[in-house]
């Protein structure tokens, strides 16, 4: 199963980004000072960059996971209440999950696994279930497996409850992401501002650099682009700990 909590970059992964991040360096530096061994302040920064990269992949995949669980919950209500057992409902969803979102599906190489160990491996289908829960992480998906873990144990009406849960947790879904719109939409407006001095920089550069070569040219000059690039890293992370909502 996949941890959501987690992700490792690949090998190509890995050159995409350190090249990426070396030419992000190259054109600050040469922006802000026209001097490219300032480039080499990103290597003590490489870490943090790459932590702050991968924690915006992980968020990512977490959304795309429970798009595809939106779509999974109606499927799977679907097919049990046309008498499917759990098992011959996840082995309906796999195909359509992949037709719908491909084959960087998460969801379908994870309920593929959990058919298998059911099929093959004559696992219980709730301890499956739980551990796909449990290494997804998201409460919606811990909420669908306790009832349905509830509904088995207790006897109760499973298709009834099913159904109810997964009205209840598409709802929810829904509200979290109209909420994450407006985060998404506010996010973009604080980038514009955080992109401004660059590019009133650039601007300058290119239209006026008799006007603007005394910032590098000078001591003075430096110290100020020092903080108008200090300043702006506290931009960018005050907009990132404001749109930082738990949903």
């Keep these: 199963m996949t941890d959501l909590s987690k992700y490792e970059f690949s090998r190509n992964e890995n050159i995409i980004f350190y090249s990426c991040l070396a030419a ?16 080499v302040l990103t290597v003590p920064l490489a870490g943090k960059i790459k932590g702050f990269v991968t924690d915006s992949i992980i968020k990512n995949r977490r959304r795309r996971y429970m798009a595809e669980f939106k779509d999974f919950l109606f499927m799977v209500s679907t097919a049990i209440g046309a008498g499917r057992s759990m098992k011959d409902a996840i082995s309906e969803s796999v195909p359509s999950l992949l037709n719908i979102y491909g084959k960087r599906s998460i969801l379908a190489g994870d309920l593929s696994k959990a058919y298998e160990r059911m099929e093959t491996g004559g696992e219980n289908d709730v301890s499956v279930l739980r551990d796909l829960a449990d290494a997804s992480g998201l409460e919606d998906v811990k909420d669908f497996v306790t009832v349905y873990t509830i509904c088995k144990t207790t006897g109760a009406s499973l298709i009834t409850a099913l159904s109810k849960a997964a009205g209840v947790i598409m709802e929810k879904m829904s509200i979290d992401r109209e909420i994450e719109e407006l985060v998404r ?14 590019l009133i920089i650039l601007f300058l550069n290119l239209t006026a650099p008799d006007y603007i070569a005394p910032l590098y040219e000078t001591i003075a000059g430096r110290i100020i682009m020092t903080a108008v690039l200090a300043s702006n890293i506290g931009i960018y992370a005050m907009i990132q700990r404001i749109t930082n909502v738990e949903i």
């Design 185 to 198: 939409r506010k996010e973009s407006e604080g980038l514009v501002i955080f992109a401004m001095p660059a």
């Design 24 to 39: 992000s360096g190259l054109v600050v530096s040469y922006l802000m000072y026209r001097n490219l061994l300032f480039a």
